[in-house]
Each structure stands twice: as C-alpha cells, then as structure tokens.
Nanobody, 126 residues
Framework: QVQLVESGGGLVQAGGSLRLSCAAP????????MGWFRQAPGKEREFVAA????????RSSDSVKGRFTISRDNVKKTVYLQMNSLKPEDTAVYYC???????????????????WGQGTQVTVSS
C-alpha cells in the first residue's frame, strides 16, 4: 500500500494563498505521475492538476489555470500545489494521487489513479 500524506490545508480568506504538500516517503517517487484532485460536499471528485514523473509536463483544470501551480521535488519525494487568488468555490477536500507512468505522461482522470492520500481540507471564506 502506497502511503501519501497531504498537508498544508486550512482556512484562508478569498484572495489568499495556500501551499499543499504531499509526501510519499515509501514510493519510488520518480516513477510516478502525481496528481491533485478535490471534492466539495455533494459533488464528485474532480481533477485539479497533475505533473509527469520527470516534471517536464504538467496540466491543470480550466477552473484553476493561472492561479494554481503544481510542482514536484523528486529528491524530497514530495509534490506541491501552490494555490493563489483563492476563491470560495475552491473550498473542498484536496487529495493527492499517484500512478506509475511513462516519463512525460500526465494523467488527469480519477479512474486512472490507484493510490490516494487521505485528503486535506481547504476552506476559503468570502
């Protein structure tokens, strides 16, 4: 079982910033595509951003493009999500996900990921 540990969530005012981290100490991290997803109450889990195992390629959803940035540190075995200009509609539980993939593959669908973290709550007040 792959262990993914998210941190960095919290309560922030609209317009503020947060940085989420997801550590994967037991993983051969450099072989995995890493993704961030979120789930708001009563809604399905949705794609936020993902990054290839090499870090060369990344993708984000239209709703966060220009505001959120995904990055990774393969030495620290950690993926990050820098969230700026937060909006109340960004309120959700944010999940980290991992899936082995080729060097430049970026996976953006929930069903393509086998391993998930426990989630971290992000709440944006208006």
């Amino acid at each position: 079982q792959v262990q993914l540990v998210e941190s960095g969530g919290g309560l922030v005012q609209a317009g503020g910033s947060l940085r989420l981290s997801c550590a994967a100490p037991g993983l051969t991290f450099s072989l995995y595509c890493m993704g961030w997803f979120r789930q708001a109450p009563g809604k399905e889990r949705e794609f936020v951003a993902a990054i290839s195992r090499s870090g060369e390629s990344a993708r984000s959803s239209d709703s966060v493009k220009g505001r959120f940035t995904i990055s990774r540190d393969n030495v620290k075995k950690t993926v990050y999500l820098q969230m700026n200009s937060l909006k109340p509609e960004d309120t959700a539980v944010y999940y980290c996900a991992a899936q082995p993939a080729s060097r430049t593959t970026v996976l953006s669908t929930v069903e393509l990921y086998d391993d998930w973290g426990q989630g971290t709550q992000v709440t944006v007040s208006s």
